[in-house]
């Protein structure tokens, strides 16, 4: 099932979308099993698990945390990770800077900007990111790239909603540009609302249980 559903999502995608096949509590086996049908982006939302996984698996795979960091654990992936999509703090980003530096290394991260109305999700409010990224102390992190937005819409069905979110992220992403040439990533669209994130912009979709089936936990 899990080729089957990576070709159809896979053919579903405009070009210029890159897919990250969100594999949290998914075993081996399955990262395998997608891994064989040619892809080689994965997303994780716990950092131990994703050092396990990248430990075992073939190492031209491109790793990519999903989830909300917890600083001290930053360390345990700063070697390999590819792309950090949930920064949320200048604290977080100074210490993803400061471990990327003892591997010669620049990490790129994304802004993870709160654009649901829901209470609990995380990110910056859209009217600090333009600070965020002027700020002297951004300035000052030569180990880290900010590529680009992250956000995550409200879990409802209610389309004009998710629609309202997710241009009003797209809207950001592009006055941003203007002024950051780096910016080039809008990770935006899970199994749920994919498509129209994609309408509304989104470069980069992280899906997980539309390509590996319905997950027992998170
Ligand atoms: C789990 C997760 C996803 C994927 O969710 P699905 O609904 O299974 O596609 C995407 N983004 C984040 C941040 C996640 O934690």
Redesign the pocket.
């Known amino acids: 099932m899990i080729i089957e559903n990576l070709q159809n999502i896979q053919n579903e995608l405009p070009e210029n979308v890159t897919l990250?096949a969100?594999s949290?509590t998914k075993p081996i086996t399955d990262i395998k099993e997608a891994y064989s049908a040619g892809q080689r982006i994965f997303?994780e939302?716990k950092i131990q698990e994703m050092v396990t996984k990248y430990e075992e698996l073939p190492k031209d795979i491109e790793w990519h945390m999903?989830?909300h960091l917890q600083r001290n654990k930053v360390k345990y992936m700063a070697h390999f990770v590819s792309l950090i999509?949930?920064v949320d703090s200048l604290k977080t980003l100074k210490e993803i800077d400061k471990q990327a530096k003892k591997h010669n290394r620049v990490i790129q991260c994304l802004l993870q900007v709160r654009i649901a109305q829901e209470e609990t999700k995380f990110g910056f409010p859209i009217s600090e990111i333009k600070d965020i990224l002027s700020s002297e102390e951004m300035i000052q992190l030569k180990n880290i790239t900010i590529s680009g937005l992250?956000g995550?819409a409200t879990f409802t069905d209610n389309k004009e909603q998710l629609k309202n979110e997710f241009t009003s992220l797209k809207k950001l992403f592009e006055e941003l540009k203007k002024e950051y040439s780096q910016l080039s990533i809008l990770s935006m669209g899970?199994?749920?609302d994919?498509q129209l994130a994609i309408e509304n912009g989104s470069t980069m979709v992280?899906?997980?249980?539309?390509?590996?089936g319905?997950?027992t936990y998170?």
């Open positions: 990250v969100v949290k997303g939302n999903i989830g999509h949930g992250m995550m899970m199994s749920g994919y992280r899906i997980g249980s539309a390509v590996f319905n997950r998170t």
